[in-house]
């Protein structure tokens, strides 16, 4: 057998008491494709974050465990630490900058310089660069990717593809390069742009790289890579060699675990068929950059509590924000049996709909002005609510407003010192509480939350799904909930539709098995069971 | 220690800074024996003066705006009204009124055209509002040659075009701070004028409490917020635009007539820089003013200046030295205020 490239042995993370990474290990070999597969928050990133020394890990108290990298234990202090031994990464987002050609993209940093008459007075830092040599280098490792364009070409405007290509490039070009890094390369390429990055990374496998391979695509991960990792909350679920395991049951790890259900069974059962349509929407189209929808048809009922789940970046989050009118839409939809305008915010609050917004400190709160105006400031501008007036003047009605707040800081349960605090002071818990109650506030007939437990704390979460609930059940209330957490959307609703690729993949309830959710997150459900739908 | 801990967070080091050179001011003065009284009442009345002005500020500050550098397009409106109330030969109360209510209108409509522009440029508001300010006081150099006036307290005797200084020492002069003006021992109090100015100031404060005051605060801090709250971002800003404009052409005819003068030409150019260092120094920042902030910062602004003049000229016998430390103070204050505009978003 040969000796590990890299090994992560028992990793273990915290951010702010939260467990992210739960003793994880990893063993990379040279010239080994390892993939790394889990759902959004699973701990990709924090543990590739760790092999990269990245600051965001040692200025919120390191980690445990310890990483041996050519069979030799090292610390990995900074980015530059892990560039010295060889580790090199391929960024999901693309690092080039635009206005360079790729020459100058690929080289950044690591010039060729000659000599000059100015660099022999005054030093390195004004040699000259020696273009012919780094032209050269760069032609070879774009050979290496498979690329022919022109190596003196511009990035800017170069097609997507293009660049992920020169990412690599730029990342084989360093010569002493062992271990790279793929984080989800192929999330913005075409198919047949994928099938060549795969083979590309096959031909660096070849010549003994160590290749860490980060991604969704569960079919990709089956076509390229010798052996798989699945995560988990944190936790490795699974170490399998390829062949040993196929797509079905690699979805089923991905998602499964025990589901809590906080509503009774018998009770959201009952004939769903017969629950009159609220809302209808037929061909939605919303233009909400990094979550397009591109197509979108589906039926709200009165009363239920519908999850719309879905890989980040899909799309499922652009769904209510593109009913709110926050996004450019089109489409036809249906409220109450009338026609419903759409990209017009203010028609759709005073219509009977309310939002939570996913972006709870940028778009959900005035986070300098104190809890009670954060709370009735949308029904005092769409209702009218919570105003005097006064001859011409209208005059906020500070009894009143005190009054609401009151009532709301008391059901709602929000934790703060009196309704002036201000909201920026608050944790993130009873923040959420107060976008909530300022939803409630306008008496919605349909209430939109997106992400109601992004960045809270696991009891809060708790105290907020139970909150929808009780909405719901006691108010009727008509909920849907936009979430990346399957299993709170598996503990709450009554439907859950998954979004894959801006388009809905199936509608699934929330006991169906863990392989179809696996599945469907991953957008292979057509691809595998389609007589099924 | 915890409370003067408290206090300094409250307040801000510059602040501090020249709340503590305002007070060794007044030591000083007394040590040199310059006219307490004198000084005080001087105070007093320009706070008066000025007041409006800084007030202008606010509703530019709470729409989101910034500090509206373009204040001189608003004195422009309203040294075009009170020339207008002089075409017109009309003195005292008259005159001062129909110069507001000419101006009213006519700084609402042109407030209407700068809003527009600025919620062209958002997020550069302040350097472009400067510059347009400029440009308006320049363009206006031409336009005070152009208008039409007929008066002989207005035009210059030969020649075309309008006068730089035109007085109003026989029209309505400090017809504000004449009107129930008393004295307490030594101090004069220009009731009038500090009743207009607190008039203003209600009106302002009615306004912040109403609906559409409370959906301007609510655009101006956060945006999105407020879009996705069904409220129109960029009408809310339009308004306080105009709202400021408008305080701004009524703020110099009230500072024109304690002062028995209307300045033109180049002399409002600079007009905006003092309201502004005034208003950061009650307080306000970039994104939030109250009326306090008005208040207490013109009355410091002012007293500053009036003390460190006859004080650095007692001291200093030679050259303008009280004028240079004016200049280095007020500017100062703009300068530390931009820079923790930019900087206050890492603090959290």
């Known amino acids: ?533 | 220690m915890k409370k003067f801990n408290k206090l300094l967070n409250r307040l801000g080091i510059a602040r501090i800074i020249i709340i503590l050179f305002f007070i060794a001011l007044c030591i000083l003065a007394v040590v040199i024996k310059l006219p307490i009284s004198m000084l005080l009442s001087e105070t007093i009345m320009r706070t008066g003066m000025y007041g409006i002005l800084v007030l202008a500020m606010v509703p530019g500050i709470i729409s989101g705006t910034g500090l509206n550098f373009g204040i001189p397009i608003g004195i422009i409106c309203g040294l075009v009204g009170g020339l207008y109330s002089i075409e017109f030969n009309l003195n005292g109360f008259t005159g001062f009124f129909t110069a507001v209510a000419i101006s009213i209108p006519l700084a609402a409509a042109i407030g209407y055209g700068y809003g527009l522009l600025i919620n062209k440029v958002k997020g550069s508001e302040m350097m472009v509002g400067t510059y347009m300010g400029f440009s308006a006081v320049s363009l206006m150099c031409i336009g005070w040659l152009l208008i039409p006036f007929n008066s002989p307290a207005i035009k210059w005797p030969i020649g075309k075009g309008v006068r730089v200084t035109i007085s109003l020492s026989e029209r309505y002069a400090k017809v504000l701070n004449n009107f129930m003006n008393f004295k307490i021992g030594e101090v004069e109090i220009p009731t009038g004028l500090i009743l207009f100015l607190f008039i203003n100031c209600l009106f302002m404060w009615i306004f912040l409490r109403s609906k559409s005051g409370v959906t301007m605060k609510a655009a101006g801090d956060n945006p999105k917020f407020a879009e996705a709250s069904g409220i129109n971002v960029d009408k809310c800003r339009l308004r306080g635009i105009i709202l400021s404009t408008v305080l701004g052409a009524v703020g110099i005819i009230v500072y024109a007539q304690s002062y028995g003068f209307y300045q033109l030409y180049q002399s409002p150019m600079m007009m905006g820089f003092p309201a502004v260092a005034s208003i950061l120094i009650g307080g306000a920042s970039t994104n939030d003013a109250k009326i306090s902030h008005v208040l207490v910062g013109t009355f410091l602004f002012q007293g500053l200046l009036v003390m460190a003049l006859p004080i650095t000229n007692e001291i200093v016998k030679e050259g303008d030295l009280s004028e240079i430390v004016r200049i280095i103070v007020s500017n100062g204050i703009i300068l530390y205020a931009l820079t923790k505009a930019g900087g206050g978003e890492e603090c959290e």
């Open chain 1, 1 to 533: 057998m040969s000796e590990s490239i890299l090994e992560m042995k028992d990793i273990e993370k915290e951010y702010f008491g939260n467990k992210v990474l739960k003793g994880i290990n990893i063993n990379v070999k040279p010239g080994e494709i390892h993939a790394i597969v889990g759902e959004n928050g699973a701990g990709k990133s924090t543990l590739m974050n760790i092999l990269f020394g990245m600051p965001v890990i040692h200025s919120t108290g390191g980690f445990k465990g310890e990483i041996y990298f050519n069979g030799k234990k090292t610390e990995i202090k900074c980015p530059k630490d892990a560039m010295n031994l060889g580790i090199g990464m391929v960024h999901q987002e693309f690092m080039l900058l635009p206005s360079f050609t790729i020459t100058e993209n690929i080289k950044l940093n690591r010039e060729k310089t000659k000599n000059n008459f100015l660099s022999k007075i005054m030093g390195e830092k004004v040699k000259t660069l020696d273009m012919k040599a780094m032209g050269a280098d760069s032609r070879k490792s774009l050979d290496k990717v498979g690329m022919t364009i022109d190596e003196w070409a511009m990035v800017e405007g170069l097609p997507v593809g293009y660049m992920q290509f020169i990412e690599i490039a730029r990342e084989i070009d360093k010569s002493n390069i062992k271990l790279l890094v793929f984080d989800e390369p192929t999330a913005v390429l075409t198919e047949s742009e994928a099938e060549h990055l795969i083979d590309c990374m096959k031909k660096l496998a070849e010549e003994g790289i160590g290749i860490i391979f980060i991604t969704h695509r569960l079919d990709e991960v089956m076509m390229a890579a010798d052996s798989i990792t699945v995560l988990r909350d944190g936790e490795m679920v699974a170490n399998k060699k390829r062949g040993e395991t196929n797509v079905v049951e690699l979805a089923e790890l991905m998602v499964g675990r025990k589901i809590e259900r906080l509503v009774n069974k018998n009770e959201s059962a009952e004939n769903e068929e017969q629950k009159e349509t609220i809302m209808e929407i037929k061909n939605l189209k919303v233009l909400m950059p990094g979550e397009e929808v591109k197509d979108v048809s589906l039926n709200i009922k009165r009363g239920e509590i519908l999850g719309i789940g879905g890989l980040a970046g899909q799309g499922k989050i652009g769904i209510a924000n593109g009913i709110m009118g926050l996004y450019e839409s089109k489409g036809e939809v249906l409220f109450k049996g009338k026609a419903f305008k759409l990209n017009n915010t203010s028609e759709a609050l005073k219509s009977g709909l309310a939002f939570v917004s996913e972006d709870r400190r940028g778009v959900g709160l005035l986070l300098d002005k104190s809890m009670e105006l954060n709370i009735v400031i949308s029904s005092m501008q769409i209702k009218n609510e919570y105003l005097k007036k006064i001859g011409f003047f209208t005059q906020m009605d500070s009894k009143n407003i005190r009054k609401h707040a009151l009532k709301m800081i008391n059901e709602l349960d929000i934790r703060c010192r009196g309704p002036q605090q201000k909201v920026r002071q608050l944790s993130g818990g009873n923040q959420q509480k107060i976008c909530i109650a300022r939803a409630l506030t306008l008496k919605p007939e349909i209430l939109f939350v997106s992400e109601p437990t992004r960045g809270i704390d696991i009891g809060a979460k708790k105290l907020i799904l139970d909150l929808l609930v009780k909405l719901n059940k006691e108010q009727g209330m008509t909920i849907v909930m936009t979430s990346s957490e399957l299993s709170e959307l598996r503990a709450i609703s009554d439907r859950i539709v998954i979004i894959s690729k801006g388009k809905i993949e199936g509608i699934l309830k929330p006991d169906d098995s863990d392989a179809d959710f696996g599945l469907m997150m991953a957008g292979h459900y057509h691809k595998i069971q389609k007589e099924e739908l």
